[in-house]
């Protein structure tokens, strides 16, 4: 099993930054790929972004060139590095975690409990 726990969430203004943080313990080496989920309410959770255990990248359209995410192998943890946060970006977050090199949007087999992330405009 791997336990993931998200940090970092909380209100800011829109144009605003935040850096999200998503460490994995138990059996890391099962969090290879890790993805970046988000759920806004009353919508579907939405794929933000994700990084392959060997470093690729990808991003969803809403937010590519706004979101950075990378990872720290040594310290078991991604990130999701937003700027110029726009309302629509409140939502709770989510990191997931897959065994696979590479998961994409998914499926991913192990979720975290999410931080909120509130926009204000």
């Known amino acids: 099993q791997v336990q993931l726990v998200e940090s970092g969430g909380g209100l800011v203004q829109a144009g605003g930054s935040l850096r999200l943080s998503c460490v994995a313990s138990g059996r890391t080496f099962s969090a290879n790929a890790l993805g970046w989920f988000r759920q806004a309410p009353g919508k579907e959770r939405e794929f933000v972004g994700g990084i392959s255990g060997s470093g690729g990248l990808y991003y969803a359209n809403s937010v590519k060139g706004r979101v950075t995410i990378s990872r720290d192998n040594a310290k078991n943890t991604v990130y999701l590095e937003m700027n110029n946060l726009r309302p629509e970006d409140t939502a709770v977050y989510y990191c997931?975690?897959?065994?696979?090199?590479?998961?994409?949007?998914?499926?991913?087999?192990?979720w975290g409990q999410g931080t909120q992330v509130t926009v204000s405009s």
């Open positions: 997931a975690a897959s065994p696979r090199n590479w998961a994409g949007s998914g499926p991913y087999d192990y």
